[in-house]
């Protein structure tokens, strides 16, 4: 585990961050900085797929700039369809010709669902991408027979009517699916079972689960967690899948993690005072304790750590934005959520050992959005340029780091002022990324790198002249990236760094 240390409140000694680069620890497996796109209000349609005869530019439907921009961010996975939408997804609504393709209700709004974008449109923007299919199965209104039809749809190459189906549909060579989740959020929308109960169920769809294809699939456990915090669920689920005459053994448990404050209008993604802002942080923070039980839950039944733990579904969940469908869960994106990200990102970092996946919600105009839509505009969130700027994490091996900092009192709780992480990749490159999680006063941080001369070191930060601050249609580049000057080597081994107030900064020693 990597090591943090906090100071006591009020102590006079340094603040300091000491990595020990000659202490490796764990690989930081690159899906931990995954995504997460399901047709719910603008995600889809309006958001990512645009249709092939739009004036806004695309290939085969899929819109051109966030294409992009998710490669830029080397974005490793995508979950889809759902979410909730997964379990009231019926996966032959979505193949064939468009125009005979049914028209549904959607579970978000009643919203009408074309299934224009379906298993293909997914595959092919996965494609576009460069990043790995998460497909969620509809355990909740769907069947066995359901779900192991469409897995022989994507992944075989045998002579079978579904593959031909597939074949005639447009695609010869059948698809790779690393990753399929098994149903979602069980205990709520996915069905309101208990785990008991999602335990049988999950056994009889695991046995029936055949990948036909010649790499492994995944079969992972989805969506424990809501307000099971001490992960009382997670244990009786696993005891109920593994004591039994034949056990299975489950590939992958995935939680979900929310900061989540809907139904408390004080808490505006844009309109809050310092108050709110630590309120937030220190919820974002308590993942922490959430992942560390349900990760001796796991150790219990396979201290080997080859289960994956997985947080498919994390980020800050506010109020919609005024004048918006409360169904669709489009909120804005401030300086605020880009600290967020780089403290959750970091927490998954120090549990790199056993968490090996994660997927932020959502991609486009819903909850912690990466992007913002409106017609051809197109608004990078403060998340994003997070997403971009710890990137060189994935893959890298994870650092042993302790560190010396202060602590806020948020409501008689301490929350540290100083979140980081430290890697190693495979060219020699350290990276060390910070936040400052103080709303309104910057801070000087020493680091000290063991066993590694500090020559040439570079500096981005993320930061703005308020917390609050935004980036908007109007003002799309309030919040962006630039260089970071408040570092100086001290000597060989020592830097020391000013880290604005309510800031991410990325230092990468060359």
């Given at each position: 585990m990597t090591s943090a240390r906090e ?392 650092l042993r780091y302790d560190l010396i ?106």
């Open positions: 100071g006591d409140e009020g102590s006079k000694v340094m603040n300091k961050l000491t990595v020990y680069a000659d202490q490796p620890l764990s690989k930081i497996n690159r899906h931990l900085y995954g995504h997460f796109a399901e047709h719910l209000g603008a995600c889809i349609y309006d958001g990512i797929y645009v249709g092939e005869d739009s004036r806004i530019p695309n290939v085969r439907g899929m819109r051109s700039d966030i294409v992009e921009a998710m490669k830029q961010i080397r974005a490793p996975n995508l979950r889809w369809p759902g979410g909730c939408f997964a379990d009231v997804y019926h996966w032959r609504d979505g193949i064939g010709p468009r125009e005979q393709r049914p028209t549904r209700l959607n579970f978000w709004g009643n919203a009408p669902e074309t299934n224009a974008f379906g298993t293909h449109e997914f595959m092919d923007l996965c494609e576009q991408i460069g990043c790995e299919p998460y497909i969620g199965g509809n355990v909740g209104s769907g069947t066995v027979q359901e779900m192991r039809d469409w897995i022989e749809y994507l992944t075989s190459n045998y002579d079978s009517t579904l593959s031909n189906e597939r074949r005639a549909n447009g695609r010869a060579q059948a698809w790779r699916i690393p990753f399929w989740g098994i149903g979602n959020e069980n205990w709520g929308c996915g069905g309101l079972m208990r785990p008991e109960y999602m335990a049988d169920l999950y056994c009889q769809y695991h046995n029936f689960m055949r990948n036909y294809g010649d790499t492994p699939m995944m079969r992972i456990a989805s969506g424990l967690g809501g307000s099971d915090t001490n992960a009382e669920d997670a244990a009786i689920f696993m005891d109920r899948i593994m004591n039994r005459r034949h056990p299975v053994h489950t590939d992958g448990l995935s939680i979900h993690y929310y900061v989540y404050l809907p139904d408390q209008p004080r808490h505006s993604a844009t309109e809050f005072g310092e108050a709110e802002w630590y309120e937030v942080l220190k919820l974002a923070s308590d993942i922490d304790g959430v992942i560390a039980k349900n990760a001796a839950v796991l150790d219990t039944y396979d201290p080997g750590k080859r289960i994956w733990l997985i947080v498919d579904e994390w980020g800050a969940w506010y109020p919609v934005e005024p004048g918006t469908n409360p169904a669709f869960l489009y909120q804005q994106n401030s300086m605020r959520d880009a600290v967020v990200a780089a403290l959750t990102l970091h927490i998954f970092q120090d549990h790199c050992d056993r968490v090996q996946m994660a997927n932020l919600a959502q991609t486009v105009n819903v909850i912690q959005a990466l992007f913002l839509t409106k017609g051809e505009a197109l608004v990078y969130t403060p998340t994003f340029h997070v997403f971009d700027m710890l990137k060189g994490h994935q893959d890298a091996t994870a900092a202060p602590v806020i009192d948020v409501n008689s709780v301490p929350l540290a002022q100083i979140s980081a992480g430290a890697s190693r990749a495979e060219n020699g490159e350290v990276l060390v990324t910070l936040a400052n999680l103080h709303a309104s006063e910057s801070t000087a941080l020493e680091i000290e790198f063991t066993d590694r001369a500090v020559t040439e070191i570079t500096g981005v930060e993320l930061s703005a002249d308020h917390f609050t601050a935004h980036n908007t249609f109007d003002e799309p580049t309030r919040v962006t990236p630039k260089r970071f000057d408040g570092v100086v080597i001290q000597d060989g081994s020592h830097v020391r760094v000013q880290l604005p107030a309510a800031s991410v900064v990325a230092l990468t020693l060359v």
